[in-house]
C-alpha cells in the first residue's frame, strides 16, 4: 500500500479561473523521503492540502480524481480521519497551535489517539527531545518565537508516529543549526520508522541530500520526477541550488547536490582553495558599521524588554539605521528578532532604554494573514498597486486560499500602500517565496532605499541577505554581538553563509560572484594553484 496516491487528480480553488492542479498522477511508497519543489504558486501547497483532506473538504471548490493516504481515500474521510496516518505541518504553524502550554500542545494528538497517560508522557518527552524544545516544555505557546512555534507544531505533528508526514517549508522560520537539526531528524524518523516524508521548500540547498526524490510541480502538473541530481541535470535556473548555479555559470557539470560534492568536484579539479587558516584582524573584527549623521531614522538606545515574571528577551539593545540604510537581522530562534522590529514600530514599548523614531515606520509581522480582512484578494488593493505584485489574475480568490509566497507579496503590498514610510521592518519576509520573487523583494528593497526608507529585515535567508543588505546585524541571547558589512559578518562562517561561501569559502558570495573566481582561478598558469 502506498503511503500517498493520486490518480489524475485536478482541482480548483473557489473563484479561480484555472485548476491549482491538473491531472496529476503520483504515488510515495512507505519510507520515501521526497522533496516537492516548484515555483510560488506551482501547485505544492494544495497537493499537501489535497494528502491533509483539506482539499477539498475545507476550502470547497472542484475536485476530480482519486486520492489516498495511508489506504484512507480522501473521498471517503475528512481531515481529521486522514490525520490518523498523516501528520501535516503548514506555512502558518501559528493557525496550527491550539493549546496553552508547549507541554499540553505535544500532549494533544496523542490524548486525540487514546494513549495511556504513561506512554502520553513519554511521547511528548520524546518529542520535545527530538525537536529541541524540552526547555520550552512549560512555555506559554504565546509566547514563543515563529522558529520555536514551527518546532512545536512539528512536535505535534510527529509525536504519534503518522505513517506520512507533509511539510510545507518546515524549516522557512528555523534559524541554520535549527534547520540541519530538523532535517536530521526528519530523515531518522524516515530511516528508522518507515514514515514517508513529502516536503515542499524553495530553499532547496537545505534539504537536496537528505532526498531520495524530487517532484517539481510547474502550474499545477507534475514537471519531473527524478533523484536529486537527475532533478538539478534539468532544472530551470529559477529552481536549481546556488550551488547548482555557481557550476552552471562557470561552465562545470554535473551540477552538486549538497557542499561537499561540489568542493570534492573543484578538487578534483585543481580549483578548490583551502581557506586561510590565519587569525583574523582583530582591528578588522572590532570595525562596526553605524549609521552616521545627527537623526537617524530608527535608533534603539539601550533597550531591554522584559516578560513579566519572565526572562529577559531583549538586553541592552544599540542600533541606529540610517535613511535609506539597508540591514538585515539575523540570528538564532529566540534570540530576541521579532521582539526588536514589534519595539522599532511601537506595537510594545521596552522595560528600560529609549527607541527613537524619525517618521512612521510600517512592519510586516511573520504571519501574512494578519493583514487580510477582505474575502477576496481584489478587495484587499487597489487595481494598481495588486497589477504590481503580479496577484491580479488571482482577484477573486480568498486570501486564505494563495500559496504561501503569494499571501506574503500581498501582504507586502498591504503594509507599502500609501507611500514608503520613514522606516520599514520586515520580520521573515521571504517565507514561501521562489527565487525569482526573492530577488523581487531584494529588487524592492532597494528601490525603497533610494527613496530615503531605512530597511531592517529580520531573516535567516543568507542567500537573500547577501543579495540587497549593506550591513548586517547578528543577534544571540537579546544581544546584538556583530555589526558589520554583510560581507564581514557573513564571511567565512558555517551556518551564518551563503552557500557558494562555503564551497569556496571568502565573503558573503553569491552564485554569480563565485562563477567569477573560478573563472580567475580557470585562467591562472598551472601550478599558480599550490603556491
Known sequence: MSALALQRVTYTYPGAERPALRDVSLAIEPGEF???????????????????????????????????????????????????????LFQDPETQVVMGTVWAELAFPLENHGWSAAAVARGVEEAAL????????????????????????????????????????????????????LLGVLRRVNEEWGTAVLLAEHRLERCLSAADRVIALAEGRVSCDADP?????????????PGARLFARAGLAPPPVAVKDARAALRARGLLREPDAAAPDPARSRRRCRARGPEPALRLDRVWFEIPRGPAVLRGVELALAPGERVALMGRNGGGKSTLL?????????????????????????????????DRVGDELGA?????????????RHPRDLSGGERQRLALAIVLEGGPPAVVCLDEPTRG????????????????????????????????????????????????VADASTADVLGGGWYFATQTARILGGGALLPEEGASQLAQRQAEPEGAMSR
Open 34 to 88: 521526497v522533496v516537492l519543489a516548484g515555483a510560488s504558486g506551482s501547485g505544492k501547497s494544495t497537493l499537501l492540502r489535497a494528502a491533509a483532506g483539506l482539499v477539498p473538504h475545507f476550502h470547497g471548490g472542484e475536485f476530480a480524481g482519486r486520492l489516498s493516504a495511508g489506504g484512507l481515500d480522501s473521498r471517503e474521510h475528512g481531515p481529521a480521519q486522514l490525520a490518523a496516518v498523516a501528520g501535516s
Open 229 to 241: 541530481r537527475g532533478f538539478l541535470a534539468q532544472a530551470p535556473p529559477d529552481l536549481q541550488t
Open 130 to 181: 527530538a525537536l529541541g524544545v524540552a526547555g520550552l516544555l512549560d512555555r506559554s505557546t504565546h509566547e514563543l518565537s515563529g522558529g520555536e512555534l514551527q518546532r512545536v507544531a512539528l512536535g505535534a505533528a510527529l509525536a504519534a508516529r503518522p505513517r506520512l508526514l507533509l511539510l510545507d517549508e518546515p524549516t522557512s522560520q528555523l534559524d541554520p543549526v535549527a534547520g540541519d537539526e
Open 384 to 396: 494598481e498597486a495588486l497589477a504590481a505584485t503580479g496577484l491580479a489574475r488571482l482577484a477573486g
Open 342 to 374: 514589534a519595539l522599532a514600530a511601537g506595537l510594545t514599548e521596552p522595560t528600560r532604554g529609549r527607541v527613537e523614531r524619525a517618521g512612521r515606520v510600517s512592519l510586516l509581522l511573520q504571519n501574512p494573514g494578519d493583514y487580510f480582512l477582505a
Open 433 to 480: 517565496m521562489d527565487r525569482l520573487h526573492k530577488d523581487a523583494l531584494a529588487e524592492t528593497l532597494r528601490g525603497l532605499s533610494a527613496a530615503g526608507c531605512a530597511v531592517l529585515v529580520a531573516t535567516h535567508d543568507a542567500e537573500f541577505a547577501a543579495s540587497w543588505a549593506q550591513r548586517t546585524a547578528l543577534m544571540g541571547a537579546g544581544r546584538i
